[in-house]
């Protein structure tokens, strides 16, 4: 199981760039990866200004239901690959 994301430590951590929006905080998504050491690629996302000019930024939600997703489509990718296994079968 994954830990979900916090929005108050995300908000300390210097190296992540976050702007509020519309009365909700929004992270930069490249330095929500490098942070995680996770691919975010597909992540909804929105170009906002940021001290670095425009970014893609994303929410603590939209982040946590990303990665719940992708947990459980690679934990079904597993069940399926055991399911097909063939002990007889030669590769």
Do not use: H
């Amino acid at each position: 199981m994954i830990k979900e994301l916090k929005e108050e430590i995300l908000l300390k951590e210097t190296a992540i760039e976050s702007v509020e929006f519309d009365g909700e905080w929004y992270f930069k998504v490249a330095d929500i990866s490098a942070y995680l050491g996770e691919d975010l690629t597909g992540v909804e996302a929105v170009v906002l200004p940021i001290r670095s000019g425009d970014a893609e930024c994303t929410t603590v939600d939209f982040i946590n239901a990303f990665r719940s997703k992708a947990v459980k489509t690679d934990f079904d990718k597993k069940i399926r690959q055991a399911l097909n296994f063939n002990p007889n079968k030669k590769s």
